[in-house]
């Protein structure tokens, strides 16, 4: 079984920068492709960044977009979610998911990862 741990969670205000990491334990890391994904209090959990397997390709969430980076440490068997000038907007649960890919694509869907994490609370206040 792949275990995925975040960690960089916490409270920040307006404006302001966090970076979320995500360890993973597979041995096989450098070859997976990873996702982050939110879920805020009464919504539904949604797609925020994902990258392919060999770091090449990059997709963001429109709402995201030009704010957070997503990028892979295989030699840490990490990958990270550097968030910038945070919104209240951007407040929830941050997951991280991992997948073995077919190709060198990077996965937006939900259910195109098997492997989550527990999740690390982001609260920005105003």
């Known amino acids: 079984q792949v275990q995925l741990v975040e960690s960089g969670g916490g409270l920040v205000q307006a404006g302001g920068s966090l970076r979320l990491s995500c360890a993973v334990s597979?041995?096989?890391?450098?070859?997976?492709?990873m996702g982050w994904f939110r879920q805020a209090p009464g919504k539904e959990r949604e797609f925020v960044a994902a990258?392919?397997?060999?770091?090449?390709?990059?997709q963001y969430a429109d709402t995201v977009n030009g704010r957070f980076s997503i990028s892979k440490e295989n030699a840490q068997n990490t990958v990270y979610l550097q968030m910038n000038s945070l919104k209240p907007e951007d407040t929830a649960v941050y997951y991280c998911?991992?997948?073995?890919?077919?190709?060198?694509?990077?996965?937006?869907?939900?259910?195109?990862?098997?492997?989550w994490g527990q999740g690390t609370q982001v609260t920005v206040s105003s």
């Open positions: 998911a991992a997948r073995r890919p077919l190709s060198r694509e990077a996965y937006r869907g939900q259910n195109d990862y098997p492997y």
């Open positions: 597979a041995s096989t890391f450098s070859t997976y492709a």
């Open positions: 990258i392919n397997w060999n770091g090449g390709i990059t």
